[in-house]
């Protein structure tokens, strides 16, 4: 079964510290992965995902298939981050398996 | 391109009644994901569509659930006879290409049963 835990409902940091939101993922096969944010008032968008291997708004995740992992990090946060976060997969390519499982979304709260 | 537009924005229902909500996707996306919120949990898929045609339907509920894409207008989810169970958000998403992760994603539509 395909399935996506974000074990954190709520993040709390101060500006300027790290953060790391998790995510663990439970496919069988090989899955894409990414990160969606949703601003205050604004609408689900794509943040990143692991085949592209870029860093957006100073946001890393890097794919590790041993732990089944795919935690989102950031070395400083900014008050702006603040948002909610889901971690969510689907099948590679030419799996068929395009729909996408999302995690129950881990609430980041950056304070000055 | 206004994106991904769902309406009615919030949708209060008695128990009982049908809701409908809308999703317009973006100019010359023809295909469209319907996926729904329930409290403290993840989004859901419940269907895929593309144009006059249900593709996926396999997370949508048996009964009272029903959805369609037509040639010309929005999609429209369609819940019958709204249990208190159906209070959720409901999202639209719409992508040019038969890839649901290239999706883009509606505000949503809030629905209340009460």
């Known amino acids: 079964a395909q399935r996506v835990t974000q074990p954190e409902k709520l993040l709390s940091v101060f500006k300027g510290a790290p953060v790391e939101l998790k995510c663990n993922y439970s496919y069988s096969g090989s899955p894409e992965l990414f990160w969606y944010v949703q601003y205050s008032r604004q609408r689900l968008q794509l943040l990143l995902r692991h085949i592209s291997r870029e860093s957006i708004k100073g946001f890393t995740a890097d794919l590790n298939k041993g732990e089944t992992s795919f935690h989102l990090k950031k070395p400083f946060a900014q008050e702006e981050d603040s948002a909610m976060y889901y971690c969510a997969l689907s099948g590679a390519v030419n799996t068929g398996f395009q729909k996408l499982v999302f995690g129950t979304g881990t609430r980041l709260l950056v304070s000055p | ?114």
């Open chain 2, 1 to 114: 391109n206004a994106g991904v537009m769902q309406n009615p924005r919030h949708l209060v229902r008695r128990r009982g009644q049908e809701a409908r909500l809308r999703c317009s996707p973006m100019k010359g996306h023809s295909h469209v994901y319907w996926y729904r919120q329930l409290p403290e949990e993840g989004l859901k898929f419940m269907v895929y569509l593309q144009k006059e045609n249900i593709i996926d339907e396999s997370g949508m509920p048996k009964e009272r659930f029903s959805a369609e894409f037509p040639k010309e207008g929005p999609s429209i989810l369609r819940i019958q006879q709204v249990v208190r169970g159906d209070s959720a958000a409901y999202f639209c998403a719409s992508s040019p290409r038969e890839r649901g992760t290239e999706a883009f994603f509606g505000q949503g539509t809030r629905l209340t049963v009460v």
